[in-house]
């Protein structure tokens, strides 16, 4: 690969415990990963919310969160974090630790997820060092949305995106294909 192609770095999340880690992935393919053998993928549509990221060296970041639909509507409001919370409290057979006691809502008021639910939980993928040419619709909107919107999910910062989805025994991930189109949609 040439010096001058440019690069996409992408971070997934440590997210709840699960191993997160740095990638230097080809341009124009944004992608979330967990460790374990690659079986088949599947291309399709998914709705990301989009976030600001700050990364503790200082650099921002276009942070994508999928959420699993049943979820989504308790989690407009709220930061990603906050929902990945939630989501955790819905997956977990133990309601007794912190993170569920703290959440805000009563845990009857959670959402139970239907088996091969598509995601079958929250993921996420941060973007960073973008070139102008990669997802440039993408970062348009980005730049265009007030700071306040990238705090916290709202309907108004969402992006519906082409991606590829892999499911795993161990965890789901999903590659970033092209951003079709920005809120509202």
């Known amino acids: 690969m ?3 192609l440019p690069r996409l770095l992408v971070r997934s999340l440590l997210v ?4 997160g880690f740095v990638l230097v992935w080809p341009p124009g393919v944004a992608h979330a990963q967990s460790a374990g053998a690659k079986p088949e993928s599947t291309e399709m549509e998914a709705v990301l919310f989009v976030q600001s990221l700050h990364m503790k060296n200082g650099q921002d970041g276009i942070h994508l969160v999928w959420i699993p639909q049943p979820l989504q509507r308790l989690c407009l409001g709220k ?3 906050q929902c990945a919370d939630m ?3 819905v997956r977990t057979t133990n ?3 912190s993170m569920c006691r703290n959440l805000g809502i009563p845990l009857s008021r959670l959402p139970s997820y239907p088996p091969g639910m598509v995601p079958r939980r929250q993921l996420s993928v941060t ?3 973008l070139t102008p040419d990669y997802f440039a619709n993408l970062q348009e909107f980005y730049h265009r949305l007030p700071k306040a919107s990238l705090e916290r999910l709202s309907l108004s910062a969402r992006v519906k995106a082409r991606v590829r989805f892999t499911r795993k025994p161990d ?3 999903f590659d970033v294909l092209e951003i079709l189109a920005v809120a509202p949609f």
Do not use: P
């Open 2 to 4: 040439s010096a001058n």
């Open 16 to 19: 709840l415990g699960l191993c």
């Open 79 to 81: 930061t990603d974090q």
């Open 87 to 89: 989501d955790y409290c």
């Open 95 to 97: 309601r007794d630790v």
């Open 127 to 129: 973007l960073m060092r």
């Open 171 to 173: 965890d789901d991930d």
